[in-house]
């Protein structure tokens, strides 16, 4: 049964903010200058959606731990200084907002201290103070369903009645696991088959994203 929604959860990077492009193009030059020849699609599927310990892991299993510290600090400074060489909002994401009239929060992989940068650098970060979520406040990372059931818990919003709004497969998944509704966006760097799944609607303009919301509020009348 369809409950109204209570909150929507957006995944920060690549859904909120046009960083993802960014982090690609990051981890495959540092994968080039550490001796891994990642292509930007292997980084979109191993590394997209998932928390920097998740990603961190993957680097050690294959390099080893001492590459796995240099690739992580560096990546920070590197993805740090492209943010601040120019960020922009996902196109269509302030529209979107402004037109929910539904709560909100962000729930990422992402660090707050990396979240306050994102969003402060595009003028977002006013928008969802105090309702932002990390993954460095749970056990596990997407595609475990903790951190978006974490964020319903501490806004007091059933999990039933949440929707998530994710760019990645691990996210949908995560959404899925957590007993909420995903929105794919496929307006970015994954594409829409690796999104597309049960409980899950796929659409490519964020645009998009409050008549999507409306017609399933119009479902339960």
Not at 97 to 126: F, I, N, W
Not at 138 to 165: E, I, S, T
């Amino acid at each position: 049964m369809i409950k109204p929604i209570e909150l929507v959860i957006f995944d920060c990077d690549g859904v909120l903010v046009d960083t993802e492009r960014i982090a690609v193009r990051v981890q495959v030059a540092l994968g080039a200058e550490h001796g891994w020849a990642l292509t930007a699609d292997e980084v979109v599927d191993r590394f997209v959606g998932r928390s920097h310990a998740a990603v961190r892991e993957q680097i050690a299993a294959r390099l080893g731990e001492e590459t796995a510290t240099v690739w992580s600090d560096r990546f920070e400074v590197l993805h740090r200084e492209a943010v601040d060489a120019g960020l922009d909002p996902v196109d269509g994401l302030p529209e979107a907002l402004d037109a929910l009239g539904l709560p909100t929060c962000v729930a990422s992989s992402g660090s707050h201290e990396k979240m306050r940068h994102t969003l402060g650098r595009t003028g977002l970060y006013g928008r969802f103070e105090g309702r932002i979520f990390s993954a460095t406040e749970v056990a596990r990372g997407k595609p475990a369903p903790d951190l978006f059931l974490h964020a319903a818990r501490q806004l007091g919003a059933d999990p039933a009645a949440c929707v998530v709004v994710e760019d990645s497969r691990p996210g949908v998944e995560a959404a899925r696991a957590a007993g909420m509704h995903a929105f794919g966006y496929a307006g970015g760097l994954t594409p829409a088959e690796r999104l597309q799944g049960p409980g899950t609607t796929v659409f490519h303009d964020m645009r998009e994203l409050p008549a999507l919301l409306a017609r399933r509020l119009t479902a339960l009348a």
